[in-house]
Each structure stands twice: as structure tokens, then as C-alpha cells.
């Protein structure tokens, strides 16, 4: 209830004019260290997150925990690149990733479909908050047959409240909620680590019996990552890693931070996040040690709350992570719109009027009931898969974006063939692996390298790029304009 | 920026060579705590990048910064 008045005052908040795009979408792009750590914070460690890090790794060991390299090799990467995306995003008046693209190649295709796989990641996204949502919903309405009714409805207000808020408030609502959201998940996340492990014996119990519990499971899980998982772990990292800040949600806190050296010092201390992101991981491994019996692994941590935390702490756990959905697909929805009514929208008007901020607006709300009617109807397992799937997809437009900003060598249609391969075979690879982030590339000689989708996907998208762009030099085919300078990026 | 100043963007890969080469830590002693050196390790390294990231800042920044 709180939150939701905190929602719409968030609105009144450094007053502005909120029909102007910079305020609604970026919060007039002036927030400073404080405020962006709490709302990167809020987008990068969502309700999701919570519950899936520590299921994977309950079910199948020490490749679950690739999320702790990644979380932390992604931070160096953004001190540079990204710092470096803020300033010309800054110089320029960017509000989207596409955006940029624009005004690098000259090239309209290009950005409607970096736009549009933005977009198109988004939803499952948002749709798996959702999940994280009626996971927790769950425990408190059990499992009968009105069960599943009631939290349907639940989540449909706990939706329309987020559409509401962020409809009026824009960035401004994630912001301040992510203020609470976060103590909250804080406040959890040390409690879990500093009561349970010592009631289950300690670390080294811990480690024990979970050992022995992942080789019962079926395919069997491992507490050591065994060599032919290492190429995947790894790549899983990576390709993580490069993809993690092309996402809109991760676009749009970017954007609304007051300065570059805002984006550096947070890449300094959102770690801060990470360590709680291991140690969650290895609540899963708690989970399997207290012998917490759960068919789906999307319900150790919530069952494992339930076994240790008095009922009176249990309920602000639970709401830890109902908000912690909530504000990652707030600002979810902001920067998915904001894509679909500055990149792609407007290229279907002659003479590209100014963005209107109620079609950015309208648009969210729009995102948002898509989303619900995505997590209402589809089977969960299609939405996990997904999403999975989604950042195979999102990886493709690293060509365009993340490596744009420093050089140019690549032809636009070059790099829009590019995409098209990385997705197609994206699709493909998932598929074959039965839509398993993981593919087995065959090596011939009976030899399999086990990695990452998108790294693989991408890397044939690269190949293909680089080829054509020497192909149409060769044929002086001619690429757009490039609007950007040099002193934009300084 | 000055050269001098571009030379300490390298530090920031240490953490990549560090964390991406699996082969390095996929083990389990020596075991402190109760963790096995797999988990620490990692741990360990999340603290130590954004140390990295620290010095880095620092050594960088720009007089005229915001």
C-alpha cells in the first residue's frame, strides 16, 4: 500500500514537466550516485533473479553460479563502454539504444530492428517478474484448485498498479521504490545468510550434503564445475556480461544518471549487489541441505524462507521480493516503450514529428498488459524459455550498439544481415538444445564444445558482418551518414 | 586524456582473465571456512574488481569532472 502511494508522490518529485519525454522516460536525467545505485540496483537484481540464481543452482550445482562472474567482469566493462554510451547519449539527446544507432549508421532498418529486439526481450522479461510474483503469491494461497484463480487476480492488481504508477510517474516511480525495494532485498538476503547457515551446521555441512543431494538428481548436478562445463560456464558469463546493458531497462537508468562519473562510481559499487547475488546463489545450495523437497526448483528459496524465518519476517521477505518484481518491470516496460515510440513507431510518419510522450506513455501501459496476458496464458516453461532465448537476441545487436561506439568499419547492411544470421541461428541452436541455454556444437571426431547460444550466435553474426562490409566496399555500395563526432564521445 | 592516464584502463581486464578461465579454480581445496576454493574464489574476485574499478576511477578522473 505504501508503495503504491510512493508511486504516484514519486511523481512530484524533482518537479518537472512530465510531458516532456526526458522527464517521464529518464527522470529528467538527473539523478545522481545515490539514487542510480539503488535504481540499477533495482533493475539488475529483480524478483526473478532471486528465485532462478538459487533454483539453478539447487538443481544443478556449480553452473548456476556463473551469474557471480558475470555480475562481475560486466562491471569493468560498463565503467568504459557504457560510460562512453552516456556521453554521446548525453550530447546528442538520446532517449533509446536505437537512437544511437540512427544517428551512427544513417541507416532506418537497423534501428527498427535493434528497436525491435530490444522490444521483443523486454516482454518475457516482464512476464517472468510476474512469475517471481505468484511464486511468492503461492505460499500464501497454497496449491488448490481456487488457488491458481486467486493469484491470478492478485497479479492482475499488483500489475494495474504498476501500469498506473509508472503511466503518471514514469522513471521517477522505479526510482523511489527502488529505494525500499532494495533495503528490503538487503535486509533479507544478510538475515538469510547470517541465520541459516548456522542453524544448518555451517558452510562446510552445507557443502557436503548439497554435493551429495545434486548427484541424486536426475540429470545429475555437480558441486564442482566437471571440464566439459567450462567452456560453457564461461561463455555463459560473458555473453551475459556484453549483453546485460543493452536491455532497455538497463538503457534507461543509464541514461537518467546526471553524469558519466555517476555510471563510473556506481560501477564501482553496485558489486556491493553482487556479493548478495552469491550469496543467494548459495542459498540454493542451503536449500538442498535442509532437505527442502520442491518438484519445481522456483520454489526452494520461498520453502526455505518458510523453514527458518519466524512468520512475522517471513511476510517482509515475501514482500521483498513481490517489489522486487515490480520496479525491474517498471522501468522494463519505460524503456521498452520508449523503443517502440521513438525508433519504430516514427519511422512510419513521413517527417518524423517530435516524439509525442503520451504515445511513450500509452505505449507502457500497453507493454504492461501484454506482458500480464504473456504470463497468464503462456505455460511457464515457454516463458522461461523465452528468456532465455531473449538474450541470445539481444546479444545480436551488440555489433551495432556496444562496438559502434568505438568504430565504424562495419557496412549498416552488413551488420543488419549480421543480425538476421545471429538470430536465426539463435533460434535454431535453441530449438536443437531443446531451448537450454546451451548448445553442443559438435567438433567432429565425436568432440562436443558445450557454450553459450548468443556467444556462438553472435560470433557467426560478426563473421558475416565483417565479410559483407568487405564485400560492399568492394561494390562501393554506399552506407549512411554518420551524424555522431568525435567530441561527442569525450 | 592523457597517455598516461589511458594505460590504467588495462588493469580492468585482469578481472576478465581471472574469472573466464575456469580450468584456474574448478576445485575444491584448498577450503577456507568450510567453502571450497571454487566458491571463494569467486567471491573473492568480486570484491577485488570493484577495487579495481576503484583505482581505476581514481586514476583516471579528470580534473574538470562533474
Redo the contacts between chains.
Keep these: 500500500m505504501a508503495v503504491t502511494i510512493m508511486g504516484f508522490c514519486a511523481s512530484r518529485w524533482r518537479s518537472a514537466n512530465l510531458s516532456k519525454l526526458d522527464e517521464w522516460a529518464l527522470g529528467g536525467r538527473g539523478f545522481g550516485t545515490i539514487v542510480s545505485w539503488f535504481l540499477l540496483g533495482g533493475d539488475l537484481y529483480t524478483a526473478y533473479t532471486f528465485i532462478a540464481v538459487p533454483a539453478l543452482v539447487f538443481g544443478a550445482g556449480?553452473i548456476g553460479?556463473f551469474a557471480?562472474?558475470y555480475?562481475?567482469?560486466a562491471?569493468?566493462f560498463v565503467?568504459?563502454v557504457m560510460a562512453r554510451f552516456w556521453t554521446v547519449a548525453k550530447n546528442r539527446n538520446y532517449v533509446t539504444i536505437a537512437d544511437f544507432v540512427r544517428d551512427r549508421f544513417g541507416d532506418r532498418s537497423l534501428e527498427i530492428v535493434t528497436a525491435l529486439t530490444g522490444f521483443a526481450a523486454a516482454m518475457p522479461y516482464i512476464a517472468l517478474q510476474l512469475l517471481g510474483m505468484q511464486v511468492i503469491f503461492a505460499q500464501y494461497l497454497g496449491f488448490g484448485p481456487h488457488a491458481a484463480a486467486a493469484e491470478n487476480v492478485a497479479l492482475i492488481i499488483a500489475f494495474a498498479i504498476l501500469a498506473a504508477y509508472t503511466y503518471t510517474s514514469g522513471l521517477r516511480a522505479p526510482a523511489m521504490i527502488a529505494f525500499v525495494k532494495d533495503t528490503l532485498l538487503y535486509v533479507t538476503i544478510v538475515a538469510a545468510i547470517v541465520i541459516i547457515p548456522q542453524r544448518l551446521g555451517?558452510?562446510?555441512?552445507?557443502?557436503a550434503v548439497a554435493g551429495s543431494a545434486l548427484a541424486t538428481h536426475k540429470p545429475a548436478g555437480t558441486?564442482?564445475?566437471?571440464?566439459n562445463l567450462?567452456f560453457a560456464?564461461?561463455s555463459l558469463?560473458?555473453g551475459s556480461a556484453m549483453s546485460l546493458f543493452i536491455y532497455p531497462h538497463s538503457i534507461t537508468s543509464l541514461l537518467s544518471a546526471?553524469?558519466?562519473?555517476v555510471i563510473?562510481?556506481n560501477?564501482?559499487?553496485l558489486?556491493?549487489y553482487?556479493?548478495l547475488l552469491?550469496l543467494l546463489a548459495?542459498l540454493g545450495y542451503c536449500a538442498l541441505a535442509a532437505h527442502i523437497a520442491a518438484k519445481d526448483p522456483n520454489y526452494a528459496i520461498p520453502l526455505l524462507f518458510k523453514a527458518f524465518f519466524p512468520d512475522w519476517f517471513l511476510g517482509f521477505a515475501y514482500a521483498a521480493i513481490v517489489i522486487g518484481a515490480l520496479v525491474p518491470a517498471a522501468i522494463m516496460a519505460i524503456g521498452a516503450a520508449n523503443l517502440f515510440a521513438s525508433n519504430v513507431f516514427q519511422e512510419f510518419h513521413k517527417d518524423r514529428p517530435r516524439v509525442q510522450t503520451r504515445y511513450a506513455k500509452v505505449l507502457c501501459l500497453a507493454v504492461c498488459g501484454a506482458a500480464l496476458l504473456v504470463e497468464l496464458f503462456v505455460p511457464v516453461k515457454y516463458a522461461i524459455y523465452f528468456q532465455l532465448l531473449g538474450g541470445s537476441l539481444m546479444l545480436q545487436t551488440f555489433p551495432a550498439t556496444a562496438l559502434a561506439l568505438y568504430t565504424r568499419w562495419f557496412h549498416p547492411k552488413a551488420l543488419l544481415a549480421g543480425w538476421a544470421l545471429g538470430i536465426a541461428a539463435s533460434v535454431a541452436m535453441a530449438k536443437a538444445a531443446d531451448f537450454k541455454a546451451v548448445f553442443s556444437l559438435p567438433l567432429g571426431g565425436g568432440h562436443v564444445l558445450v557454450g553459450y547460444i548468443a556467444l556462438y550466435a553472435v560470433l557467426l553474426n560478426l563473421a558475416l558482418a565483417a565479410g559483407l562490409t568487405l564485400v560492399f566496399n568492394a561494390a562501393k555500395v554506399k552506407p549512411g551518414a554518420d551524424l555522431t563526432v568525435a567530441a561527442d564521445y569525450a | 586524456m592523457k597517455r598516461r592516464a589511458r594505460v590504467w584502463y588495462w588493469l580492468l581486464v585482469v578481472p576478465f582473465i581471472a574469472t573466464l578461465y575456469p580450468p584456474f579454480y574448478a576445485r575444491v581445496k584448498p577450503v577456507v571456512a568450510g567453502f571450497p576454493f571454487f566458491y571463494w574464489y569467486q567471491l573473492v574476485w568480486v570484491v577485488l574488481a570493484a577495487l579495481i574499478v576503484c583505482v581505476v576511477l581514481v586514476a583516471t578522473k579528470d580534473r574538470t569532472d562533474v
Design positions: 556449480a553460479f557471480v562472474p555480475t562481475t567482469i562491471y569493468p565503467f568504459v555451517g558452510w562446510g555441512h552445507i557443502f558441486l564442482i564445475l566437471p571440464p567450462y560456464y564461461a558469463a560473458f546526471k553524469s558519466k562519473l563510473q562510481r560501477s564501482a559499487l558489486p556491493l553482487s556479493i552469491a548459495l
